[in-house]
């Protein structure tokens, strides 16, 4: 059966492999433009996240395509993002057009309800062995597009050619996208490492390092909607971010007490919510020596907003300049310009005058 | 010597807690400073020190904490309100950050603010954030078990009395508690529809517990408000619903639309904020209580 999705950046295609190891397919969600973006704040409440907003208009377009089945993937830990799996919302926005339209929410609170979650939907017949193997694919990709993500960024501030890194990127997604076993994902790997070790290298440092935190939905999608943000690496400036889907699929209390003991000052420890990433994240970054930090998340999104007073207070604490961007409804890339220009002339002002974050 | 003086803001918690906060407190003989209700001066002072983007109800939250902090209290009151103990609802991000985003903006320094830690299941709150609570103020389990009994006695909600007049078409006031019970908060809703002739319905204190199944809603007051919303539906008792929805709030956002769409009496979503017009206000209640009346009895209820 063909199942639809949202795109999470490019991490449907790890979806698309958890699928095809259960005998399923996944529909290629389209990509988020200004169309989509519009179908979506007309479909939800206005005070439902911007990312959700994208969520419900790459989700609404392809139910006007004929798509009736879809799957998400939630987390693996006990709390991720708590908007998702609101399935009975889902089927009251869609189920009156598409009156066979069904949500299938994948993941679960380890590996027991993972496959609990996963015979429900596709059957009983799942077997722990296939199981295994969907997340194992399911994480493997989602690891492999991460590292091509960090490090193709990480190297547009340093290489005179980013066409080539482009071309680079699409065509390690490409083949992270075909590859169907887990040997193949690592032909893949040692490829692009290959690839990307052949680049044009400037010798000069980074004129600025800024580290990125924020709502995992939304940096999963700078490709679509902050491209224009992302060229700062093409004009010498390192960014970095160190969150990613893989924080959100695997959080579960382990992984989660290490994290909570970094910021345990700022945050109370028995809750474990998806602020702990960017809280932890931007204490890194400060101590790391950072010239700023860039806080970037969707209107609306209640993590965020619930961490954003707490980052500007790390960030004060840390002496580390801080710029919160908060894209919704209303957000115009090209306003962006000016407030992001502003800031990197404020980090190498300190630079060049020897202040860094303590 | 003299008790400790422990102020809690009349505000979010506060209401969700149905003031047994303040009681136990009493109980335990600590001098307790309840902030006053909230006023225009309040909010304002939220407003000024919070996030433009956080909802309406917080920010009144913050001008009540800077309220009890004008006042000499010794430490303020902010619990930490986790979630369930199936893993499954939780309160939303910014309610469950209540302690920590006071301490951020500066508000509170974190060692005067008391934040026990409460989970709840589906019985509602546990008492283990009471014992904590007790503990810290050097109280032993027995005396907390004293308090905690005298102050379990059902009272009517806060700022909302029940009326129910046999010929006046009756209303349910939809929403979180803290924006049910705040009448500033919400416009004098209350006060409002009384005048217009109308019958008051709030949902009894406790009356669903903290963890509401069965809605697919993570969230646990809009799981809330769901539930209530399916009930006062089926209710033949009750003509019509006002969902008071705070300005931003999320979980309720999720479910707003779902509300008008499912609901079949007549149903009036109010966005509470504080660029809101009282005027708009009574005109829109004027036109939904006329709504009800032009609705013949057979159709008020719903088989």
Known sequence: MRYFTFSWGKNYIAVRALLRVLGHDLATPPQITAPVIERGITLAHPFLCFSGKLVLGQLQVQVDCGEQHMTFMSSLGPEACRCADTSEYLESLFGTTCPAFSAHRIGGDGVGTALENLRSHFGPRITHAQCMRAYAMFFGKVDLLDKIERQCLKMFHRCPDPARIRALQAEAVRRVDDAHRIVSLWRVSRWFDRVAATLPKRTEPPLARIGIVGGEHILSELDSILMRLKRLAEHGILLDWRGGFRCLAHSDETRLAPLKSRCAEYLAPDVSTSEIFSCTHALDFAAEGYDGLLHIYAFGCMPQTAAKPVLQRIARDAGMPMISLAVGDRFAEEGLDNRVEAFVDLLRSRRRSGKVAV | ?303
């Open chain 2, 1 to 303: 010597m003299t008790a400790p003086s422990i102020g809690i803001p009349r505000s979010i918690l506060h209401y969700e807690f149905d003031g047994q906060l303040a009681s136990l407190l009493e109980g335990l003989g600590v001098r307790v400073v309840l902030s006053p209700p909230t006023n225009r001066d309040i909010f304002l002072a939220g407003k000024r020190c919070m996030l433009d983007e956080i909802c309406f109800p917080v920010k009144a939250f913050a001008g009540h904490v800077a309220w009890l902090l004008d006042h000499d209290v010794d430490a303020v009151l902010v619990p930490v309100l986790v979630g369930h103990e199936n893993g499954r609802v939780f309160p939303c991000h910014v309610r469950t950050r209540l302690s920590d985003i006071v301490v951020a903006l500066g508000l509170c320094p974190r060692d005067r603010l008391l934040s026990p830690v409460f989970r709840f299941d589906e019985l509602g709150l546990r008492p283990e954030g009471f014992y904590d609570l007790g503990a810290a103020l050097g109280a032993s389990v027995e005396a907390v078990d004293a308090a905690l009994a005298a102050c379990r006695t059902p009272s009517p909600p806060e700022g909302t009395p029940q009326t129910r007049c046999p010929d006046a078409p009756t209303v349910a006031l939809l929403g979180h508690p803290y924006v049910v019970q705040d009448p500033w908060l919400n416009g004098y809703v209350a006060r409002q529809l009384r005048e217009l002739g109308c019958s008051i319905r709030v949902a009894a204190s406790g009356e669903f517990g903290y963890s509401p199944e069965g809605t697919g809603q993570h969230f646990d007051l809009a799981a809330r408000t769901l539930t209530l919303a399916r009930q006062w539906d089926t209710d033949a008792t009750v003509d019509g619903i006002v969902f008071l929805l705070p300005f931003n709030c999320g979980p309720d956002g999720d479910i707003a639309r779902y509300l008008t769409q499912t609901t079949r009496k007549p149903l009036m979503t109010l966005v509470l904020d504080e660029l809101r017009s009282d005027g708009g206000m009574r005109t829109r209640m004027e036109a939904f209580v006329d709504l009800m009346s032009f609705r013949e009895p057979a159709r008020r209820t719903v088989s």
